[in-house]
T-cell receptor, first 112, second 111 residues
Framework: DAKTTQPPSMDCAEGRAANLPCNHS???????VYWYRQIHSQGPQYIIH???NNETNEMASLIITEDRKSSTLILPHATLRDTAVYYC?????????????FGTGTLLAVQP | SQTIHQWPATLVQPVGSPLSLECTVEGTSNPNLYWYRQAAGRGLQLLFYSVGIGQISSEVPQNLSASRPQDRQFILSSKKLLLSDSGFYLC??????????FGPGTRLTVT
């Protein structure tokens, strides 16, 4: 079973920031939060991951609450190409295996 | 840079026929490799993973098997396909940071 809860769908206006929430209230101390997205008919694409500090890369920012029970993925300036299903995944990384359990994700629809 | 290849891109096979899907990774050595399946309108399901040559772990008992004959080659097989084997098959490799990178996928239709 997925360890995360995400809203099934969200809308965002093109050019505005998209804020995608994720609840992971049972996260363990050694588990990371990973975000992926899947554009229709393509394989999933890695976006960002973090443990407890906020992270930023060229694609997005990840804000993790202090208690680590929830996080938010921020796409600062959404474009139509960002329309996709976004998956929030919690997984421990011990250097051996990293088995991702994909839930149902959030379908983000960026509107022109 | 690393690249992951999968082929074929699409495949239509009759029930009862064999299957062989291949995945290869370039630009990295001894990666963890994964096979996922996505049924139509559903989420991704992890099928197999491998941490090295000849080492295969199965996540879901089913009509499929996997093999890793070389460091950067991962093969998904079946002796006799079922209708329920239809889906989008994805191969992925894991980077040192724990994130996974996916191939373009093979869309399999069993008729």
């Amino acid at each position: 079973d997925a360890k995360t809860t995400q809203p099934p769908s969200m809308d965002c206006a093109e050019g505005r920031a998209a804020n995608l929430p994720c609840n992971h209230s049972t996260i363990s101390g050694n588990e990371y939060v990973y975000w992926y997205r899947q554009i229709h008919s393509q394989g999933p694409q890695y976006i960002i991951h973090g443990l407890k500090n906020n992270e930023t890369n060229e694609m997005a920012s990840l804000i993790i609450t202090e208690d680590r029970k929830s996080s938010t993925l921020i796409l600062p300036h959404a474009t139509l190409r960002d329309t996709a299903v976004y998956y929030c995944i919690v997984e421990g990384y011990g250097g051996a295996t990293n088995k991702l359990i994909f839930g149902t994700g959030t379908l983000l629809a960026v509107q022109p | 840079s690393q690249t992951i290849h999968q082929w074929p891109a699409t495949l239509v096979q009759p029930v009862g026929s064999p299957l062989s899907l291949e995945c290869t990774v370039e630009g990295t050595s001894n990666p963890n490799l994964y096979w996922y399946r996505q049924a139509a309108g559903r989420g991704l399901q992890l099928l197999f993973y491998s941490v090295g040559i000849g080492q295969i772990s199965s996540e879901v008992p089913q009509n499929l098997s996997a093999s890793r004959p070389q460091d950067r080659q991962f093969i998904l097989s079946s002796k006799k396909l079922l209708l329920s084997d239809s889906g989008f098959y994805l191969c992925a490799w894991m980077s040192g940071g724990g994130e996974q990178y996916f191939g373009p996928g093979t869309r399999l239709t069993v008729t």
